[in-house]
């Protein structure tokens, strides 16, 4: 019944259908009793009034409900402790054994889902085919005593509808311990409008500590919102999100008292909660008080039923040291675990081992010297030790290297602490979490396997030694390097963490399951005091259980340098400067080590660079790679953009300038088995800049609320190249776009060159093919990172590989291998190709070639022309083109006739001198014949054939017939027939040589 209807109204109906089955013969039906209905409120009207009606259990089954009455006024509520009798309408006490919360509902138990919640999930990107159903198993799961939120990329909502009649509030109680997972509540109104945002974002909880928040409603239709999701892309599974109490006050009246929940009881009337029953006691449901287990039975606070002890067995009890006494003993006490869980007096248990057993005491830690009756004392400043002598004054030249090195554990240091935190509902009781054992400490076995166990140690503040040199371009200013292992069947869990103080810790390494033997080292990059924890977990089942009580983690040995306030455990050397109290040590300038002969401070070579915090010795300065330089302050070798190559004589000039700023870039899209779409985005400073680091990746998924950031513990990496995980934000509802696991691939350059291997480091050419026709070969950048991980216990390692191509202007595109879409092949060594005009030569003399113009009146133009395929950039300019005068073919031509004429009358002139010679032998032989023709036919005796004296002027005489040139030729080649005397015939003869 809504608004100011009269309930009245409903008689006539009731009425008329009585009416019709008593017409039709119908049995009639029987007087309704008080168990045939219940009674409720009708809606509110305007005037803020309502009436009590009865409304039956089966509609029709009986008659005569009781009629509709005046109610009590909508804001009418009972106290807590109190419930309101519809029957009367006054509120009466609850009953022993149950409780109310007056205008409250409280829901705390989670068999199942909670009528009137609803439980879905969807995917984060729902353009991608078949995601909805990848989605469906992926919601809030009950769990019993809470209710548990999905682990996986889907987005789970738990959301719950009330309609409040007055102000009040929304307060739950959850475990929220990995940021991995995006946990938010949220308030709408019933016209979707968000009331309250600045809860939106929950707060992490720390070490199994249950949070409650508590949310303002305002009066009216209130929709709660209970949503996760996960961002954390790795193989690892996060943490769910838990939620075991949830509290909503401002409803109008509690009809009922709601009983106590199995493990707790209340005693009195009026109760407005239950209280929980205490270890080794139980209660059913509605309980007033708690029943004790049988002496063969335990149960843990707050349980419904007990369970049987199993045989006492060697994972029930540990061993302990006590401190060394003054013989330098040591004694081996044995304990149950507490609570003891199992029993000595069933079959095969096992006893308790005697206790008190003796074995010596290990040496004193270094820096520490032994003392007759108190252990160890830790050395004056100035002083130092190996642990098993007295303190020694440091000598002359030489100051105290300050820091803690625990190699032995007789007791724990007195900056060290030792606690335990529970589980769900269990604690450790007066458990430690971690025992010394002489020569490591480790994991102790208490309570539930789901416990953590926490070793933590603080440190006052950090400081270099005195002769240390400031490196601004190398942020470390100590480090931490311990020595552990894991032992492990199950999926355990050692947390390495960092921060201000103990209670506020950041995990910076995780190892899982069992690890061999192994160091790890983390660099401190600030000076003030920090805390160091390491965190161990048998598993993070919600099981209580003790299966896996002989997993455990060992710590061998505890490293830290430059302590402020800590021990020595040898002095080193440093520069001196002389003043009037004394020699004191000084610090050396940037570049400069000390001589520890002469106890100065020296420069080092050129072209080199000085390893962090190693400063003695000339061995200190270390040489820069091949095609790096060091920088000013010799902190570091780098490359300036530039770079020359060389094969044979020729040589190509490179400079890489414009690449020197940051550059970023972002891969395909990658999906995981949801569907959730994530990229990796690079950051790349490849050169210049004296060596300063350029590439910054962060991890904005951790809210400001979640850790101080401004304690400089804000999740980033500042390096050569990082790399981090995007998802746009469209998918998570989030500000920005989220990025997360930040990666340090390149921290300091080990060289430039084109060779594939450096260092160790391989860039296998198949990676990039370049193709038949490369007519240069690729630069290649190799960079190294000092951080070491699970998979990379010597660090990260990266190539960047420069390949000329003209076409891509600017800073043109990388890519990473197709084969390795991920960036890496073996998730250690990192591979990228940035092809752009910018990695080509400088331009040279012999990038181009020139061609001469044909001579054009008087003019011939050269012009200069790039070789294709141009492969250079800047450098030498291609030349302008050049004019110059020239010979016309017309010049040449008059000077071939001119010289043809005179050759061709020089010609002329000497044939005609021959001619002339011929004629004269002729005319000689014809005055031969003519002779022999005078005496009968004998020719007479030939004395000589030259010519005789005085006969020129006859021949002349004979040649001046008028005959033409042709007419002369016929005639000396037609000649007569004579039968010749030999010796005219040779006089013949020597005419024709002659003539030839």
Not at 289 to 302: A, I, M, N, R, V
Not at 436 to 442: E, P, R, T, Y
Not at 629 to 653: A, I, M, P, T
Not at 926 to 950: F, H, R, T
Request: include cysteine; aromatic fraction near 10%.
């Amino acid at each position: 019944m809504c608004g100011d209807t009269s309930p009245y109204l409903l008689y006539p109906l009731l009425l008329f259908a009585t009416g019709f089955r008593l017409t039709f013969g119908e049995t009639p039906l029987p007087i309704c009793k008080e168990s045939d209905y219940y009674f409720e409120y009708t809606e509110c009207d305007g005037r803020g009034s309502r009436w009590r009606v009865a409304v039956p259990h089966v509609p029709g089954k009986c008659l005569g409900l009781p009629e509709p009455i005046s109610g009590t006024p909508c804001a009418f509520s009972c106290e807590a402790g109190q419930f309101l009798d519809m029957k009367e309408q006054l509120c009466k006490d609850c009953i022993a054994g149950t409780y109310s919360l007056g205008t409250g509902i409280e829901f705390n138990e989670w068999v199942t889902v909670p009528p009137g919640f609803v439980n879905s999930a969807t995917a984060r990107d729902a353009s991608l085919e078949n995601s909805a159903e990848n989605c469906t198993m992926s919601k809030w799961t009950p769990e019993g005593d809470f209710i548990a939120s999905n682990n996986d990329e889907c987005t789970a909502v738990l959301m719950y509808a009330v309609n409040l009649k007055q102000s009040g509030n929304v307060s739950f109680e959850y475990l929220y311990p990995d940021t991995t997972i995006l946990f938010k509540f949220f308030v709408q109104n019933d016209q979707c409008q968000s009331i309250d945002n600045e809860h939106k974002w929950m707060k992490k909880t720390e070490r199994n500590q249950w949070n409650r928040q508590t949310v303002q409603l305002n009066r009216g239709n209130n929709v709660l919102y209970w949503q996760t999701t996960r961002f954390s892309l790795g193989m690892k599974q996060p943490k769910p999100v838990l939620i075991r109490s949830i509290l909503i006050t401002g409803v109008a009246y509690t009809s009922e008292c709601f009983p106590c929940k199995p493990g707790t009881f209340n005693a009195k009337r009026g109760s407005s909660h239950c209280d929980i029953c205490l270890r080794n006691t139980y209660s059913p449901r509605g309980a007033t008080s708690c029943l004790t287990c049988h002496k063969d039975q335990y149960s843990e606070p707050g349980q419904g039923t007990c369970k049987e002890r199993q045989p006492c067995s060697e994972k029930d009890y540990f061993s302990t040291h006590t401190p060394c006494d003054s013989e330098g003993q040591t004694q081996i006490m044995y304990k149950w675990i507490e609570p003891k869980l199992c029993s000595e007096d069933v079959m095969g248990a096992v006893k308790l081992p005697d206790s008190g057993a003796k074995k010596p005491c290990k040496p004193c830690n270094p820096g520490f010297a032994p003392a007759n009756t108190t252990g160890c004392q830790p050395c004056p400043f100035g002083f130092y030790s190996d642990g098993s002598e007295v303190c020694t004054k440091c000598a002359v030249g030489t100051e105290p290297i300050q820091g803690f090195e625990y190699k032995w554990w007789n007791t724990l240091p007195k900056n060290m602490d030792s606690s335990c935190f529970g589980g769900m509902e269990q604690d450790c009781g007066e458990m430690n979490g971690w025992e010394v054992a002489g020569d490591h400490v480790h994991s102790t076995v208490a309570g539930a396997d789901n416990n953590y166990l926490m070793l933590s140690m603080a440190v006052n503040g950090f400081r270099p030694p005195q002769s240390a040199i400031v490196n601004e371009d190398n942020r470390e200013i100590a480090r931490i390097t311990f020595i552990f292992e894991t032992l492990c069947s199950a999926d355990c869990e050692l947390h390495f963490r960092v921060g201000p103080t103990t209670e506020n810790t950041q995990s910076v390494e995780l190892w899982s399951g069992s690890r061999e033997k192994q160091s790890y080292t983390y660099v401190i990059e600030r000076s003030s005091p920090l805390a160091f924890v390491w965190t161990f977990q048998r598993s993070a089942s919600f099981e209580e259980s003790q299966k896996y009580s002989l997993d455990v983690a060992k710590i061998y040995s505890i490293n830290v340098s430059n302590v402020v306030g800590g021990v020595a455990s040898h002095c080193g050397p440093c520069a001196l400067e002389s003043t009037s109290s004394g020699s004191l040590c000084v610090t050396c300038a940037s570049g400069q080590y000390v001589n520890k002969e002469i106890s100065k401070c020296q420069a080092c070579p050129p072209n080199t660079h000085l390893k962090p915090h190693h400063y003695v010795g000339k061995e200190s300065c270390v040489p820069c790679g091949h095609g790096t330089q060091s920088n000013l302050n010799h902190s570091l070798c780098y490359n300036d953009c530039r770079f020359v190559y060389r094969d044979g004589q020729k040589s190509w000039e490179y400079d890489f300038s414009p690449l020197s700023n940051l550059t970023s870039f972002t891969s395909e899209p990658r999906f995981t088995p949801k569907g959730v779409r994530f990229f990796h985005h690079f950051n790349i400073g490849l050169c210049g800049n004296q060596g300063r680091k350029l590439a910054s990746c962060v991890d904005n998924v951790t809210l400001d609320e979640f850790f101080d950031e401004g304690e400089g513990f804000a999740r980033s990496v500042t390096s050569y190249i990082c790399q981090s995980t995007l998802v746009p934000s469209d998918l998570v509802g989030f500000r920005t776009v989220m990025s997360s696991h930040p990666i340090n691939l390149a921290d300091h350059l080990i060289g430039v060159t084109t060779e594939t291997e450096l260092d160790n480091i391989k860039a296998a050419p198949d990676l990039f093919p370049s193709g038949k026709f490369a007519l240069l070969p690729d630069i290649i950048f190799y960079y190294r990172s000092t951080e070491s991980t699970q998979t990379c216990k010597n660090g990260r390692a990266s190539t960047v590989r420069l390949r000329c191509k003209p076409g891509n202007v600017g800073s043109g595109t990388i890519s990473v291998p197709k084969k390795c879409q991920e960036g890496t092949c073996d998730g250690c060594t990192f591979h990228f190709l940035w092809e752009t005009a910018e990695a080509c030569p400088l331009c040279s003399t012999s990038d181009y070639h020139e061609i001469e113009g044909a001579c054009i009146n008087g003019i011939q133009k050269t012009t200069y022309l790039w070789w294709e395929p141009k492969l250079c950039k800047g450098g030498v300019a291609l030349p302008e083109q050049r004019v110059s005068t020239c010979k016309t073919i017309d010049f040449f031509l008059k000077i071939g006739i001119i010289t043809g004429t005179v050759t061709a009358c020089l010609l002329i002139a000497t044939t005609c001198y021959f001619y002339k010679k011929n004629r004269k032998l002729e005319y000689k032989y014809s005055k031969l014949i003519i002779n022999a023709s005078s005496k009968d036919g004998e020719l007479p005796a030939v004395d000589s054939c030259a010519i005789m004296e005085g006969e020129d002027m006859e021949d002349d005489l004979i040649f001046m017939s008028k005959k033409s040139l042709f007419g002369k030729i016929k005639s000396i080649a037609v000649k007569p027939s004579y039968t010749l005397d030999p010796g005219i015939e040779e006089c013949f003869a020597l005419g024709n040589r002659v003539f030839d």
